[in-house]
């Protein structure tokens, strides 16, 4: 059994930052790509930022400048740096993990995080 384990999440003044971590626990051989996404209240889950096993990134225009997306292959954990934090930021974010392979050679299409919530007001 596989999963995602997220922390860093918390209260923060605008203008602050704070870092989040999304750990992969079990016997795991590959990820192909880890994420982070995000739901506001009252909205659908969106995307975040992603980076491939190659560390190939990709990030929403309202994060570009402001949060980056770091991944520790060995460690199977993935970051979330995320600085000038806006109260529209606030959400709770959930770590994805793309078509993971286990060493027992059992195929994982998607697997998430239960998510950690970032509150953005002063």
């Known amino acids: 059994q596989v999963q995602l384990v997220e922390s860093g999440g918390g209260l923060v003044q605008p203008g602050g930052s704070l870092r989040l971590s999304c750990a992969a626990s079990?016997?795991?051989?590959?990820?192909?790509?880890m994420g982070w996404y995000r739901q506001a209240p009252g909205k659908q889950r969106e995307l975040v930022a992603t980076?491939?096993?190659?560390?190939?990134?990709n990030y929403a225009d309202s994060v570009k400048g402001r949060f980056t997306i770091s991944r520790d292959n060995a460690k199977n954990t993935v970051y979330l740096q995320m600085n000038s934090l806006k109260p529209e930021d606030t959400a709770v974010y959930y770590c994805?993990?793309?078509?993971?392979?286990?060493?027992?050679?059992?195929?994982?299409?998607?697997?998430w995080g239960q998510g950690t919530l970032v509150t953005v007001s002063s």
């Open positions: 980076i491939t096993s190659g560390s190939s990134t």
């Open positions: 079990g016997s795991i051989f590959s990820i192909n790509a």
């Open positions: 994805n993990a793309d078509r993971m392979v286990a060493r027992s050679g059992y195929r994982y299409l998607e697997v």
